[in-house]
Structures are given as C-alpha cells and as structure tokens.
C-alpha cells in the first residue's frame, strides 16, 4: 500500500518500521519475526512475504505459489527451504 499507492520507497518505509520498533511503548505482535523480515524486505522481497517465510520459523518447508519469492528465496538459501507449488 505505501509502494505503490502512497509511492514510498522502500528505504523510507524500512526507516519508518525501525523507527517505529524503537518506541519503548510500542509493541509488535511477534516482534522477532518483524525483526527478522525487515532484512529481507530491504533486500529486495516484499514485505508480506518475508513476514510469512519469518512467522515459519521451526517448519521443514515454506510452500508459495510465487515464483518471484521461490526464486528470490533460493538464491538467498533461506531456511526453511521455499518449495514453489
């Protein structure tokens, strides 16, 4: 929604959600897959999808229909491994 109907770049919303993590008062539901998703998406994937692949911590497998995440996530060697179905 902020990409592309707001037309913020990715650095700015990456910076926004650090930011927002920083407040002492704030707290995330699963934070530490927040925490680990945002790398990811400052790496390239969408944000939703590397939220999913963090939430799945402990599971053998990650399955996606999307192409463009299996291969993102092949090439970077996530674990779980992303098995495209």
Same mark, same amino acid.
């Given at each position: 929604?902020?990409?592309g109907v707001y037309r913020i770049g990715r650095t700015k919303i990456?910076? #926004?959600?650090?930011?927002?993590?920083?407040?002492?008062?704030?707290? *995330? +539901?699963? +934070?530490?897959?927040?925490? !680990? %998703?945002? &790398?990811?998406? +400052?790496?390239?994937?969408?944000f939703t999808d590397a939220l999913?692949?963090?939430?799945? !911590? #402990?599971?053998?497998?990650?399955?996606? *229909?999307?192409?463009? *995440?299996?291969?993102? !996530? !092949? %090439?970077?060697?996530?674990? &779980? &491994?992303? +098995?495209?179905?």
């Amino acid at each position: 929604m902020l990409r592309g109907v707001y037309r913020i770049g990715r650095t700015k919303i990456s910076a #926004g959600l650090h930011g927002l993590i920083a407040v002492r008062n704030l707290h *995330f +539901e699963q +934070e530490a897959a927040v925490l !680990a %998703a945002l &790398p990811l998406y +400052e790496d390239g994937f969408d944000f939703t999808d590397a939220l999913h692949h963090a939430s799945s !911590a #402990g599971c053998t497998t990650f399955a996606t *229909f999307d192409d463009s *995440f299996f291969k993102l !996530a !092949a %090439a970077r060697g996530l674990a &779980p &491994p992303v +098995e495209l179905v």
